[in-house]
């Protein structure tokens, strides 16, 4: 994943072996850190987040938390939701899939959101 462009000083710096960078501009900035010896831990990455009530992370698919499979049949990629735990929800644009867990149309971000709300809410509800 590259966030920092080719010729700009903060990529020549973690070039040149700079462990950390900090990227800032005028609306946003973003720290690179690079871990070259192992893949960085989901729970140490999100321990620097500020607190928030919902963290929505790409990939991590082995990790033991709630996740919304994105699944689209045309590609011809496997589903994951049969043969990994904690998939709550797929989100596909196949709307017949035969599938034990609801289906989120995934052409409609809103209509997701709308889920996701009502999913924590429920969650919380239970707890």
Known sequence: ??????????FRHRQAGA???????????ALLHET???????DQV????APVDLVLVEGFKTYAF?????????????????ATA????????????DCPHPLLPINDPAAIARWVAAFVAARRAAA
């Open 1 to 10: 994943m590259e966030l920092d462009l080719p010729g700009k000083d903060s």
């Open 46 to 49: 999100a321990a620097r987040l």
């Open 19 to 29: 462990c950390e960078v900090l990227v800032v501009g005028g609306q946003r900035w």
């Open 36 to 42: 070259p010896e192992a893949p960085a831990e989901l």
């Open 86 to 97: 904690g998939v709550v929800a797929v989100a596909t644009d196949e709307p017949g899939l």
């Open 66 to 82: 709630d996740k919304i499979e994105v699944f689209r049949p045309a590609l011809g990629k496997p589903a994951i939701w049969p």
